[in-house]
Nanobody
Framework: QVQLVESGGGLVQAGGSLRLSCAAS????????MGWFRQAPGKEREFVAA????????YYGDSVNGRFTISRDNAKRTVYLQMNSLKPEDTAVYYC???????????????WGQGTQVTVSS
């Protein structure tokens, strides 16, 4: 069992940066591949980024590639999402999730956090 808690969301102007954190409970965190997803009002949940259990492999959605960076610290049981050059269309609730599969589709993630709101003003 893995419990996930996101933090770091907030209001930022376009062009600004935010860093999201996702803290995990459980000693098996280092065995899980981690992902970030987001969901804007009226839209489906969208893949943002993922990172393998070791951190060796990372994956990004087309809309964030080159602007967002995912990383993890297994000793701290935390995964991060550094978001730069933010745009109004990045506004959404951001969720972290855990899976034993790599790569994994959205429905293959087993554990989800409650989400953190990111709002980018123009």
């Amino acid at each position: 069992q893995v419990q996930l808690v996101e933090s770091g969301g907030g209001l930022v102007q376009a062009g600004g940066s935010l860093r999201l954190s996702c803290a995990a409970s459980g000693r098996t965190f280092s065995l899980y591949n981690m992902g970030w997803f987001r969901q804007a009002p009226g839209k489906e949940r969208e893949f943002v980024a993922a990172i393998s259990w070791s951190g060796a492999n990372t994956y990004y959605g087309d809309s964030v590639n080159g602007r967002f960076t995912i990383s993890r610290d297994n000793a701290k049981r935390t995964v991060y999402l550094q978001m730069n050059s933010l745009k109004p269309e990045d506004t959404a609730v951001y969720y972290c999730a855990a899976t034993r599969k790599e790569p994994a589709g959205i429905y293959e993630y087993d554990y989800w956090g409650q989400g953190t709101q990111v709002t980018v003003s123009s």
